[in-house]
C-alpha cells in the first residue's frame, strides 16, 4: 500500500542555521520523485525528515493526511536504501533481507516466501546464501533494494543508491530500479545529483538550491523549460547570452541579439509596453544553434572542433567576445575548421527568454 | 549521529549506570584521598601538615628526585633503544622477524618485578652470570642493585611497547614519500632525520607517556631490585602499610602529589602531540629489503640482542622452575618439585586469580561494550565526561587506586576492604580502557547507516543493538578483553595493596614468595603465568587476524 506525501511548510534546523526554509511540496502515490540539486542543497536532509531520522523543526509532514513528525522511523513503515548500501556483513543475502520481516509480526514460512520471491525481482536469488562481502557492488546493491522493499513499504527512500557504482552499472542499475518499482508501484523518494539519472527515472523531478525547490516537474519540462536560469544551467548544457526583448509598435515581440540578429517571439509574457524594449537573457541549449545558411545570424570565428561520432561538438567565439558550444549532427562532409568564420541561426521556438535577473521564464505556459 | 532526536531510551539509563558505577568506584575514592590529604587523621581539623612534612623533609624530596630520575631515564632510553629496532625491523629484512616480534610482545606482557627478580638471580650478588664472570675472569661485575638495576629491568621491560607503537607509525609511512624525498636529492640520515622522524614523533611522545607513567608507577622493580634506592611508589606503599589502622593520611596526600604531577604530563603530552600529529595511512607501505655486508649483519645483531636480553628473564625462570630444588635453593637436576610446592602451598591464588580475573572480563566485557558504543555513536556532555573517566586509570597509578579504594571501602555504609569485590572493581576500573578502545575503534568503522537500515526495518533500538551493532563489534571486543584478561593476571600493583589471606593472587603469591627466598615456588607459579599469557596471546592472534597488539 503506498502512500501520497505532503511537506507543508516544512522547516530543518541545525542549530541557528536553516537548512530548509519552509518547504512545500506534494508527492503523489505510486510516483517516482526525485530530489535533484548540487551538494549540500539539502536533498539528503529532506530525504532523512520523511525517514524520521532528522527531526523536524517547523511545518508538517503528511503520509495520506496523517501527520507524521513524531512517529519513529521504525513505525513509519519506510523501506530505504542507503549510499554505502549498508548491508549486515555479518548477515548473509537472505538474512539481510528477512531482517525487516523478523521484525514484523510475519510467519516463518510467509518470510521464506516473500524474501525468496523479492530475491527473484530483483535476480539474486542464487546468491541467497552468500555473504555480503563475496557481491559484487552490483549484486549488493540489489540486496539493499530487496531488503527495503519486501517489507512492503509505504514508501521507498533512496539516497545516490548508484553513486558507488561505475558508470556502465549506473545505467544497468537505474533501469533496473526504475523497472522494479513500477513493478511494485511505491512511492518512492530518490535523491541523485546526477541529472541524466534523474531524468531516466523519474515521474517528476524537483530541482532544489540551497534548500529551496527552483522547479518541480517532468523530466521534459524541466528540460525543455527551466524556470530559472539556475535550473536551465544545472539541467543539461546551455548557453546564457544577453539580449533585448523589443516590443513593436503592432504588439509583436522579438528578442534581440548581438547588434541587429532579430528573433520573433510568439509566447512571451512581459509587462514591457508597446514601442519598449527591455533587458533580458536568453538561454539557447547547443542543439538550438544552427550554422546558418543564408547569412543572417550571429557571427563568431570557430575555436575548437570536437568530432564524436554521432556529433560534432564546437565552440565559437562571438563577435563580443563570448565563447558558446554548439551540437551538430555529423554529416559526411560538413567538418567546419577551427578559425574558420560562421554565422550562427538560433531556433527560436524552443529557446527560453529570462528577465534579465535571471530569475523568471517570460515564456508563457512554463510550470514552475 | 546527525540531528538524531534527543530521547530518553534505554541507552540514557544505561549510560547512567555505568556513569554511577564510575563515580562511585573512581570518583568517590579519588575524591576520599584528596579529603584524608588535607585533614588531620587524629584530630580531624583541616590541615596542611602532611604537605609541608612532604616538601620540607630531605627524605621525601630525594625519593621524588630519585622517582623523576628513574622515569625520565627509562622513558628516554626505552625511546633510544626502540625506536632505531622498530625502523630496522621496518626497513630490513631479518630473519625470523615474525618470532622476534612475538617474543618482544610476550616479554612485555609479564610483569615487571618478575624481570627484576630473574635479572638478580642472573646479575646480583649471587647470580649466575656474575659468579660464572668471577670464577672464569676472576673479577667482580658492578652491582646491578639500585638506580642501574631499576634502569636495566624497566627499559627491557617498557621499551616494547615504543617498539610497537613506533612499528605502527612506520607501517603508516608511504614509501612513496622515501622515494619522493630520495627524489630530491635527501637520502641516508638525512632523509630519516627530516621526513622520518618528524612523521613519527607524535607516535614516539605517545608510547613515551605510557612507558613514562608506567615507570613512574613501578612499584615491584625497585622494591626488589632498588635496595634502598626509594621511590615514589615504594614511599606510599610503606607509608601506607605501616601505618594501616593508623594515620594513612600522608600516603594520601603522597598519592595526591603524584596524581597531579601525572596529569600534569599527561595534558602536557597531549599539547604537544596534538599539535603535530598528522593523519597517514599508506597505500604502498615501505617494505623491508635485505641488507646487505656489515649493515645486515649489525642489524641482526642489534634485533636478535635485543630480543635476547627481553626474553632473558622469563626463560631463565622457566629455566629454574624445572630445577630440583633442596629447601629454598637451588640444587643439580631437574624435576617437578617447584610446581608440585606451588600447589600445595599456593594453589588457592590460582584459583583466586582464576576467578576473579574471570568474573572481571565478564564485566569488562559488558561494560566496554556499552561504553564503546555511548562514546562513539552517542555524543553529548554525559557521553563526554564518560570518555574523560575511562581515561583516568592512564594517570591514576594502581596502588595509588588501591590505597584510594581502601580507604573509602574500609568503612560503614559500604565495607568492601578485604572482599574479592575490591579487587574486582580495581581490575574492572584500571583495565577497561584496552577493551573499550579495541571495541571503539571497529565501532568507528561501522557507518552509522547500518543502524538506520535496522531501524528502517522496524527493528527496535535493543535489537538493532544486539543483532547488528553487537556482532560486528565483537571481534574487537574480544581481542581487547584477552589484552585486558592479560593485564589483570599480570597485575601486581593493586592487589597487594587490596589483598588479604583470601584474595592472594598469583602475581602477589610470586611477589611474597621472591621476597622469602622461595625462588623454586616463585619460578613455578611465574612460568605458569607465562604460559597463560603466551596461550591467551595465541588465542588473541586467532581471533583478531592480527599480529600485534595495540595498547
Ligand atoms: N548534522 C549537521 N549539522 C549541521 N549542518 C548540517 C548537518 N548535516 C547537513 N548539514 C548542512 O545541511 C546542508 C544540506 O546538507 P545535505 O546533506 O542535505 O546536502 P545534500 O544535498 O544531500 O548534498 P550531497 O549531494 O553532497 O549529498 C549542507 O549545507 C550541510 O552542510
Ligand atoms: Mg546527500
Known sequence: MSVAISFQEIVKKYGDTTVIPELSLDIQKGEFFTLLGPSGCGKTTLLRMVAGFNSIEGGALAFNEKVMNDVPPGKRNIGMVFQNYAIF?????????????????????????????????????IYKDRMPKNLSGGQQQRVALARAIVINPDVLLMDEPLSNLDAQLRVDMRNAIKSIQREVGITTVYVTHDQEEAMAVSDRIAVMKSGVIQQVGSPRDIYQRPANLFVATFIGRTNVIDAKLEIGTDGEASVVVGRDYSLPM???????KPGESVA????????????????????????????????????VKLDNGQEVEIIQQSAANDEVNIGQTVRLAILSE????????????????TRI | MTGRMKRWDIWSLITFVIFAGYMIFLALPLFMLLIKSFFDGTTGDFSLAYFTKFFSKAYYMNAVWNSIKVTVSVTVLSMLVAGPLAYIMTIAKIKGSGTVRILILISSMSAPFIGAYAWILLLGRNGVITNFIFDVFGFRMPDIYGFSGILLVLTLQLSPLIFMYVSGALKNVDNSLMEAAESMNCTGLRKMWKILVPLITPTLLAGGLLVFMRAFADFGTPMLIGEGYRTVPVLIFNEF?????????????????????????????????????????????????????????????????????????????????????????????????????????VGDSIYNTFIMAGITIVIITLAAVLIAYVTVKRKGAVANLLDTFTMLPYIVPGSILGIALLVTFNKQPLVLSGTAVILIAAFVIRRLPYTIRSSAAVLHQ??????????????STMRTFFKITVPMMISGVFAGAIISW???????STSIILYTGNTRTMTVAVYTEVVRGNYGVAAALSTLLTAITVLSLLLFFKLSGKKEVTM
Not at chain 2, 561501522?446 to 527493528?459: F, R
Not at chain 2, 592479560?486 to 601486581?492: A, G, M, Y
Request: hydrophobic share 45%; net charge neutral.
Open chain 2, 486 to 492: 592479560i593485564s589483570i593476571i599480570t597485575e601486581l
Open chain 2, 446 to 459: 561501522v557507518n552509522d547507516s547500518i543502524e538506520e537500515a535496522a531501524i528502517s526495518l522496524g527493528a
Open chain 1, 280 to 315: 533580458v537573457r536568453i538561454s539557447v541549449r547547443p542543439e538550438e544553434f544552427v550554422l546558418s545558411e543564408d547569412g543572417r545570424g550571429l557571427a563568431g570565428k570557430v575555436v575548437n572542433n570536437v568530432f564524436l561520432g554521432l556529433n560534432t561538438h564546437l565552440v
Open chain 1, 89 to 125: 556483513p555479518h548477515l548473509n543475502v537472505s538474512e539481510n533481507v528477512a531482517f525487516g520481516l523478523q521484525n514484523r509480526k510475519v510467519s516463518k514460512a510467509d518470510q521464506q516466501r516473500r524474501v525468496s520471491d523479492i530475491l527473484n525481482t530483483v535476480k539474486i536469488d
Open chain 1, 266 to 272: 510568439l509566447a512571451l509574457q512581459s509587462q514591457v
Open chain 1, 350 to 365: 524552443t529557446i527560453n527568454v529570462y528577465d534579465a535577473s535571471g530569475e523568471r521564464n517570460l515564456n508563457r505556459g
Open chain 2, 241 to 345: 602499610i605501616s601505618e594501616v589502622g593508623g594515620d594513612d593520611g600522608f600516603a594520601a596526600a603522597i598519592s595526591v602529589i603524584v596524581v597531579l604531577f601525572a596529569t600534569a604530563v599527561f595534558l602536557l603530552q597531549k599539547f604537544v602531540a596534538n599539535r603535530k600529529s598528522y593523519s597517514m595511512s599508506a597505500l604502498n607501505p615501505i617494505e623491508p629489503k635485505k641488507l646487505k655486508g656489515i649493515a645486515n649483519a649489525a642489524a641482526h645483531v642489534y634485533v636478535y640482542l635485543f630480543t635476547i636480553l627481553a626474553m632473558m628473564p622469563q626463560a631463565y625462570v622457566a629455566y629454574t622452575s624445572f630445577q630440583k630444588t633442596s629447601g629454598k635453593i637451588f640444587v643439580d637436576g631437574y624435576s617437578l618439585d617447584s610446581y608440585r610446592a606451588a600447589f600445595a602451598k
